[in-house]
């Protein structure tokens, strides 16, 4: 609980340090990161498939949406928007990101967070389990053992990578990217195994700008980067520029 604390005070930290507005908790669970935000002025909204779990209804409005419908909102409507640990339990991203891209306003923010599984210790776990970090169970059989449960399952993990272009496919560039601090516990791995993968890395631009493919060298300062390495959780800062 107490990662998951840290990740919504960094959250809740990003949009603060800019202008009030109209924000939107999407997938929002108990409520806490939109309650945070409403004590600070902004105006918040908050939507979620489950009504009960809502803890704040007398303060914040709340309404009860399905991610497999088009949200209940016009476009253009929200400054901010939250998907806070959403992305990776849904089976139509493409569709989810098109509809926050409606429902932001030009210049508006998503706010998106999700496991980092290019972290040294999912790294390293993925080459001995097979795995990475937050989908270690078997889909099927999770699914088997917790029926009731069946929305808190992780089903796809992301990449940097394929996030950043999900995102522009839908007129969502990003700005910035954060973690929510870094795992100390990381470091021996991080040490040991950065050497390997920094001239792996470069061997690989080498050969693409030899072969004229794609240059890594842009994705590379990215993922190779501390944060990305050493964080827990990844997150998105992306400006809506449809």
């Not at 088009?70 to 098109?98: A, Q, R």
Request: net charge positive; proline share 3%.
């Amino acid at each position: 609980m107490g990662k998951q604390n840290y990740l919504l005070e960094k959250i809740v930290s990003i949009i603060s340090s800019n202008q009030k507005g109209k924000v939107l908790d999407l997938g929002c669970g108990d409520g806490r990161a939109g309650k945070k935000l409403f004590d600070l002025g902004f105006a918040v909204e908050a939507c979620d498939m489950d009504k009960e779990r809502f803890e704040f209804h007398q303060e914040i409005k709340f309404t009860e949406g399905n991610l497999a419908h088009p949200l209940p909102y016009k476009d253009n409507f929200f400054d901010y928007v939250i998907f806070m640990e959403v992305i990776e339990h849904i089976y139509n991203p493409h569709f989810v990101i098109s509809e926050i891209s409606r429902i932001l306003r030009k210049g508006g923010r998503l706010i998106l967070s999700t496991p980092n599984i290019l972290n040294i210790g999912s790294r390293f776990r993925f080459l001995m389990e097979g795995s990475f970090d937050f989908f270690r169970e078997p889909t099927l059989d999770y699914s088997k053992c917790f029926p009731a449960a069946i929305q808190n399952m992780h089903v796809i993990p992301w990449r940097y990578q394929e996030l950043e272009y999900l995102l522009a496919q839908n007129s969502l560039e990003i700005t910035h990217f954060f973690v929510d601090g870094r795992k100390t516990n990381f470091y021996f791995l991080y040490w040991f195994m950065f050497p390997f993968l920094f001239f792996q890395a470069k061997a690989k631009e080498k050969q693409a700008k030899k072969t004229g493919g794609v240059d890594f060298a842009r994705m590379n300062k990215i993922i190779l980067s501390k944060d990305m390495l050493l964080g827990c959780h990844l997150i998105l800062d992306a400006v809506n520029n449809k």
